[in-house]
């Protein structure tokens, strides 16, 4: 098992930034692959970014690139996922996910967070 909670979500006027937190438990932490989906209303659960177990790969969806980053800190169990320049669009539940197995699809990913909103006002 690896517990997954995320914080740092919240209401950010469009061109702001937020930076959000996803702390694992669990001595494993390190040897898997991290990543974050989104999902808004009445919409597909959306790949945003991944991250391998030592951080030197990272993958990043379309929408996102160039705006967000992706980051983890092994010895506090914490991976980051830090947005600027949000959009409207980018408004919806985001969640932590970890896996054995790095890639893009939510389907390799065996555990989730909670999920903690993003509103992103005009």
């Known amino acids: 098992q690896v517990p997954l909670v995320e914080s740092g979500g919240g209401l950010v006027q469009a061109g702001g930034s937020l930076r959000l937190s996803c702390e694992a438990s669990?001595?494993?932490?390190?040897?898997?692959?991290m990543g974050w989906f989104r999902q808004a209303p009445g919409a597909e659960r959306e790949f945003v970014a991944t991250?391998?177990?030592?951080?030197?790969?990272?993958y990043y969806g379309d929408s996102v690139k160039g705006r967000f980053t992706i980051s983890r800190d092994n010895a506090k169990n914490t991976v980051y996922l830090h947005m600027s320049k949000l959009k409207p669009e980018d408004t919806a539940v985001y969640y932590c996910?970890?896996?054995?197995?790095?890639?893009?699809?939510?389907?390799?990913?065996?555990?989730w967070g909670q999920g903690t909103q993003v509103t992103v006002s005009s």
């Open positions: 996910t970890a896996g054995l197995v790095l890639g893009t699809t939510p389907g390799i990913y065996g555990y």
């Open positions: 669990g001595r494993t932490f390190s040897r898997y692959a």
């Open positions: 991250t391998s177990w030592t951080g030197d790969i990272t």
